[in-house]
């Protein structure tokens, strides 16, 4: 089975740039969760969505930062303009409702460097 | 509001050796806990999960790990390390009916030979 499928793999753009970063989860997931992890603030959790609506985005930084969901197969985290400090690995996971609290599945991450 | 705290940063084990990697949570109610383990340049992986049932949990890769209500930890347990378990590993809990998931901050092991 094909996993969470994340690109690009890595981005290095200037700052300013719009950077938008892509997922496709797992087929049959009905939620899909955006996480930034760094050395300084470990894993955090972005937002998530259900059923291609966003469900909690409070961790999402700043308006820099937009994601959106518009099938189930699809979603993408965009940062417009980005900064040097959005520089971090973006992850990507899903999982199933079905059964309850089922495990997430991530993907391997875009690694992102704003110069 | 759930947490988890896992005390050892980074950890050093001999290979062959046994392995305990620590992690407490805190949560009302029964919770759902969840290890992973992530290799560099990768994503996170599941290693186990526990949601109700045996407290002892067995894993892939070798590794089990021991639900202790009353201690309200969640450790992480590998009898014989070898090298290719050298990563960072992730403790996690989460809420029933609530899909999402609060991170340790991890903790990296080192395999030494």
């Known amino acids: 089975d094909a996993g969470v499928i994340q690109s690009p793999r890595h981005e290095v753009t200037e700052m300013g740039q719009e950077v938008t970063l892509r997922c496709k989860p797992i087929?049959?997931?009905?939620?899909l969760f955006w996480y930034r992890q760094t050395m300084m603030r470990g894993l955090e959790l972005l937002i998530y969505f259900n059923n291609n609506v966003p469900i909690d985005d409070s961790g999402m930084p700043e308006d820099r930062f937009s994601a959106k969901m518009p099938n189930a197969s699809f979603s993408t985290l965009k940062i417009q303009p980005s900064e040097p400090r959005d520089s971090a690995v973006y992850f990507c996971?899903?999982?199933?409702?079905?059964?309850?609290?089922?495990?997430?599945?991530f993907g391997d991450g875009t690694r992102l460097s704003i110069l | 509001a759930q947490s988890v705290t896992q005390p050892d940063i980074h950890i050093t084990v001999s290979e062959g050796a046994s392995l305990e990697l620590r992690c407490n949570y805190s949560?009302?109610?029964?919770?759902?806990l969840f290890w992973y383990v992530q290799s560099p340049g990768q994503g996170l992986q599941l290693l186990l999960k526990?949601?109700?049932?045996?407290?002892l949990v067995q894993g892939i890769k070798g590794f089990e790990a021991e639900f202790k209500r009353s201690q309200s930890s969640f450790n992480l347990r590998k009898p014989s390390v070898h090298w290719s378990d050298a990563a960072e590993y992730f403790c996690a809990v989460g809420a029933q009916g609530n899909e999402k998931l609060t991170f340790g901050t991890g903790t990296r092991l080192t395999i030494i030979p």
């Open positions: 996971a899903s999982s199933s409702s079905v059964g309850g609290n089922q495990p997430q599945h």
């Open positions: 526990y949601f109700s049932g045996d407290t």
């Open positions: 949560y009302g109610a029964t919770p759902y």
């Open positions: 087929s049959g997931h009905d939620y």
